[in-house]
């Protein structure tokens, strides 16, 4: 029973510092359109001149 106990406080961590994680990433990365995404990308342009 001691094995399952600390198996989901392990779980509870992982979740927790999953949770963290992505608070993190919603805060600190800005939505940005499609076009927008591509136009910060180095040689975009060049790329979709070939589509």
């Given at each position: 029973?001691?094995?399952?106990?600390?198996?989901?406080?392990?779980?509870?961590?992982?979740?927790?510092?999953?949770l963290v994680a992505w608070l993190i990433s919603v805060v600190?990365?800005?939505?940005?359109?499609?076009?927008?995404?591509f136009a910060e990308l180095p040689g975009s342009r060049e790329i979709g001149a070939r589509r």
């Open positions: 029973m001691d094995f399952v106990i600390q198996w989901l406080w392990y779980l509870l961590a992982f979740v927790v510092g999953s600190a990365v800005k939505p940005t359109s499609e076009e927008e995404a």
